[in-house]
């Protein structure tokens, strides 16, 4: 009964009412609280806390990984290498580019693409089982996903040193295929030549010792090889 008349008082009374509202809601509870037990300095500094803890970012190197690829600008516009870049999986090839891309502009190579290549569908048809299904078939489809990327102005060295970088830190399913063009200055096919002769004289001495009979060498040695003592005794009795 007295619980009945205590509800039945606060009906009626405008305060009990308006006490049980701002008892039951947390924020004003909150609020109340922090005005009374605060003073001015500690809320200034819980102010600047709560601010500077808005304002944190994430280090540049993390928060690149968000963003777009960063680009270095071409001065002539000269193709330096094609890589191509192949994989079953459209996940794959997607990362790997991205993870080109990032490599080219640590490395101060202006990057182009990725390009979209059409893609590759194989298909084969063969037979479902080897006894009671031999005579259905079945087919099986493959599609190969493949990007381009061209770097221009590059430095021989540094598109050696990132495509080996590539290289190292390839990722599965991934296939490279890289085109590289070097220029070089007039009479080049001259210095080739002479570098071939010059290879090929110093492995002569190697590459008699990889074949089964031992070579003769000049015209002169083959003279005194059919001259010397044992020729002729083996020549005398096949007579």
């Not at 037979?127 to 493959?142: A, D, L």
């Amino acid at each position: 009964m007295g619980g009945i008349r205590f509800l039945q008082m606060m009906r009626h009374t405008g305060r009990p009412r308006t006490a049980l509202t701002a008892l039951g809601s947390p924020r004003n509870i909150g609020t109340t609280a922090s005005v009374q037990t605060t003073d001015p300095e500690t809320a200034v500094a819980a102010t600047q806390v709560d601010s500077d803890a808005t304002e944190l970012r994430f280090p540049r190197s993390v928060q690149a990984l968000y963003l777009k690829p960063l680009r270095r600008e071409a001065e002539y516009g000269i193709p330096s290498c094609d890589l191509q870049l192949r994989s079953y999986s459209l996940r794959n090839v997607e990362f790997f580019s991205d993870f080109a891309l990032r490599a080219a502009y640590y490395l101060k190579l202006p990057a182009f693409g990725p390009i979209s290549l059409p893609r590759i569908t194989e298909r084969w048809t063969v037979p479902r089982s080897s006894f009671i299904f031999k005579k259905s078939q079945e087919n099986f489809e493959r599609i190969t996903v493949r990007r381009l990327i061209q770097i221009r102005d590059g430095n021989p060295e540094t598109v050696q040193l990132w495509l080996a970088f590539l290289q190292k830190h390839a990722y599965y399913g991934i296939g490279m295929k890289a085109n590289v063009w070097e220029f070089s200055s007039m009479g080049v096919g001259k210095s080739i030549m002479v570098t071939t002769e010059a290879t090929s004289s110093s492995l002569t001495p190697t590459w008699k010792h990889l074949v089964q009979h031992k070579s003769l060498g000049t015209m002169e040695k083959v003279e005194e090889l059919l001259r010397s003592q044992r020729f002729s005794a083996a020549r005398d009795d096949r007579k």
